[in-house]
């Protein structure tokens, strides 16, 4: 069946820093990939988005590009601030569009 | 335009009582999910509808665990009665359609003693 996996936590990064967090995928055809971010005591909120393969999706200066061929779409940020401390998590959308399961997140500490 | 509304926010109840969640979500949505979501962990589905139908429910707990939702719109998600292992964050999301992504409410913190 479909999942994903993402690098372990935490990720403790210095302000300014660059950031990867990686995700890869097993899924069948052409699903959809998202990267959400969850805030201390808030729900999850959609960070950027992909639906097909060699899409780069980008948002608040992060950037994935959906790499069928490696079956990733790692998370990057150029230069992270404190502000961008919180959980985030991979996930994928199946080609019908029907489920969509979660990676089990990655924490980002970034200090100051 | 207005995010999903989840109450209450936060609630604290002994094993064997019985709770109620509350979901509306984004006009328009049709479909709502309910997810659960333990401490240091992923969401994990419970339940998802469309429109009123019943669309996912195989992860739902169905001895104890019951949703509806009314006429399309807000759904409720029931625990009766409650176990310490249902401690987790309880978090609605709708979507127009899966493959664009989901807005999730803030969801409830749920604390079985």
Redesign the interface.
């Known amino acids: 069946g479909n999942s994903v996996t993402q690098m372990e936590g935490p990720v403790t990064l210095s302000e300014e820093a660059f950031l990867t967090i990686n995700c890869t995928y097993t899924a069948t055809g052409y699903p959809s990939l998202f990267w959400y971010v969850q805030y201390p005591g808030e729900g999850l909120q959609l960070l950027l988005k992909a639906t097909k393969a060699d899409d780069k999706g980008s948002n608040k200066g992060f950037e994935a590009t959906y790499r069928k061929e490696t079956t990733s779409f790692h998370l990057e940020k150029g230069s992270v601030q404190v502000s961008d401390s919180a959980v985030y998590f991979c996930a994928l959308s199946d080609t019908g569009g029907f489920k969509t399961i979660f990676g089990a997140g990655t924490r980002l500490f970034v200090k100051a | 335009e207005a995010g999903?509304a989840?109450s209450p926010r936060y609630k604290i109840i002994e094993k064997r009582q019985s709770v109620a969640f509350w979901c509306n979500p984004i006009s328009g949505h049709a479909t709502l999910y309910w997810y659960q979501q333990i401490l240091?962990?992923?969401?994990?589905?419970l339940i998802?509808f469309q429109n009123n139908g019943v669309?996912?429910d195989s992860q739902l707990p169905k001895d104890r665990f019951s949703a509806e939702r009314l006429k399309g719109v807000d759904s409720t998600l029931k625990i009766q009665p409650a176990k310490l292992e249902d401690s987790a964050v309880y978090?609605c999301?709708s979507s127009l359609?899966?493959?664009?992504?989901?807005?999730?409410?803030?969801?409830t913190r749920l604390t079985v003693v």
């Open positions: 999903v989840q240091g962990q992923g969401p994990k589905l998802q669309v996912d978090l999301a359609e899966q493959r664009y992504g989901y807005t999730f409410g803030s969801g």
